[in-house]
């Protein structure tokens, strides 16, 4: 088993009784990568649903309805992109959303369904596998990212049901919904609703950091890979929207916290939205000098929050006051070798210029050294 460690606790999100949504951007911006074609003109009319740039296996749908605007370059997942910008009509006029109450499942309309609403890689383990062991994780390792343990918590029906539904039609012999103990809320509701699952039980697992990830998690419950599928929860969401709903993915949940936000907040929003956009709506900044990390503390990067968009994969930012993490010099502490979980020594990668294959670039030498240097950017071979 490997070293896993306790981070102290750096967030604590507020679970406002109404949900905190920015679903109305003027504009949203989707990249269009290599490969792709483009489906439609400037200056056309498009609907929310329709199919606007694609390829031979994927396609990008469109989550607002609107005018396109232009083409512009964007940050989209740490890199640049060209984006097609779709200016909002604010109308939400659907191509293929249908509310459907109630739907009889089997095997193959899930498999089929779950390709066709964009979840390959579920799709194809559940197609040709027999899976033993079913984990849903509510677990968040980033210290400033709540987005599981908010969606395990806030959506509990929608988790259990969704959950339950895959559990009996595969014939999953063992299917977990995995939440930190100390996510005491999340615990709570839980053990209130369980009861009518006979199918699913809850694991309570420690708040050592490392757990969000499915290797680690697996190793932690003592399950094989081979026969074991682990879905987040916010990703279990978006298939119950799907399967039951025909709804794509047009939103998402990320979180924006850290010292310089007054109230930290999981927010719902519509991907392909500003991240400076959600900011101005949504929260409170507080000082003026800012660092702004996309995706957490622990394997983020600084981003321009003007030129940085909403995907499928943003976690959210972590506003931090630039005097809090300015780099200093090595102390030769030691610390971000007591920590590495797979026994590598940064500070010898910095000092030497010798990149470990073994670093995982989990981040959290980076995230734990007193004197705030980026050693991922060491360990990665930037020297410069
Ligand atoms: S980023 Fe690499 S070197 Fe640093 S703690 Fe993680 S695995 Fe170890
Ligand atoms: S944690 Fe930071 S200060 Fe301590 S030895 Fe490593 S690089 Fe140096």
Same mark, same amino acid.
């Given at each position: 088993m490997r070293k896993l460690i306790k981070l102290k606790k750096d967030i604590s999100i507020v679970f406002n009784t109404q949900i905190t949504e920015f679903l109305n951007p003027d504009e949203v911006y989707l990249p269009i990568k290599k490969n792709y074609k483009l489906l439609v003109k400037k200056g056309e009319e498009i609907l929310k649903g329709q199919i606007i740039i694609e390829n031979n296996l994927n396609k990008v749908?469109?989550?607002? !309805?609107?005018? #396109?605007?232009?083409?512009?370059?964007?940050n989209v997942d740490g890199n640049k992109a060209s984006c097609?910008? #779709? =200016?909002?009509?604010?109308? $939400?006029?659907?191509?293929?959303?249908?509310? %459907? *109450?109630? =739907? %009889?499942?089997?095997?193959?309309?899930?498999?089929? *369904?779950?390709? $066709?609403?964009?979840?390959?890689?579920?799709?194809?383990?559940? $197609?040709? %596998? %027999?899976?033993?062991?079913? &984990?849903? !994780?509510?677990? $968040?390792?980033?210290?400033?990212?709540?987005?599981?343990?908010?969606?395990?918590?806030?959506?509990?029906?929608e988790i259990l049901e969704m959950a339950d539904i895959l559990s009996t039609t595969f014939n999953i012999e063992n299917t977990l919904i995995a939440m930190k103990s100390n996510d005491t809320k999340g615990v709570e509701t839980y053990l209130a609703k369980m009861g009518t699952y006979p199918n699913l039980a809850l694991t309570l697992v420690d708040d050592k950091y490392l757990l969000g990830k499915s290797f680690f998690l697996l190793e932690y419950l003592n399950l094989k890979d081979l026969d074991t599928l682990v879905i987040d929860a916010r990703t279990?969401?978006? +298939?119950?929207?799907?399967?039951?709903?025909?709804?794509?993915?047009?939103?998402?949940?990320?979180?924006?916290?850290g010292p310089s936000?007054?109230? !930290? =907040?999981?927010?719902?929003?519509?991907?392909?939205?500003?991240?400076?956009?959600?900011?101005?709506n949504s929260i409170k900044v507080k000082g003026k000098d800012n660092l702004y990390i996309l995706n957490g503390l622990m394997t983020g990067h600084e981003c321009d929050i003007n030129e940085t968009v909403v995907t499928k994969n943003t976690l959210g930012v972590v506003i931090?006051?630039?005097?809090? #993490?300015?780099?200093?010099? @090595? +102390?030769? @502490?030691?610390? @971000?070798?007591?920590? @590495?979980?797979? *026994? &590598?020594n940064p500070k010898k990668a910095m000092d030497s210029h010798k990149i470990s294959n073994n670093c995982i670039d989990c981040g959290l030498c980076t995230y734990i050294c007193p004197s705030h240097i980026n050693l991922r950017r060491f360990l990665r071979g930037e020297y410069e």
């Open positions: 749908i469109s989550p607002i !309805s609107g005018i #396109i605007k232009d083409i512009e370059i964007k097609l910008v #779709i =200016q909002n009509d604010f109308k $939400e006029k659907n191509k293929n959303y249908i509310r %459907k *109450k109630e =739907q %009889k499942f089997d095997k193959e309309i899930i498999v089929s *369904k779950l390709y $066709e609403y964009y979840f390959k890689y579920i799709a194809s383990v559940l $197609e040709t %596998k %027999k899976i033993n062991n079913l &984990v849903i !994780s509510g677990i $968040e390792d980033e210290p400033y990212i709540a987005n599981n343990v908010y969606v395990v918590t806030k959506f509990s029906k279990l969401l978006d +298939i119950y929207n799907a399967l039951k709903y025909n709804k794509f993915v047009h939103e998402t949940f990320i979180t924006i916290s936000v007054s109230r !930290s =907040q999981v927010i719902k929003v519509k991907i392909g939205s500003k991240i400076k956009d959600i900011i101005d931090v006051p630039k005097e809090d #993490i300015k780099e200093s010099k @090595c +102390i030769g @502490c030691g610390l @971000c070798f007591k920590v @590495c979980p797979v *026994k &590598v």
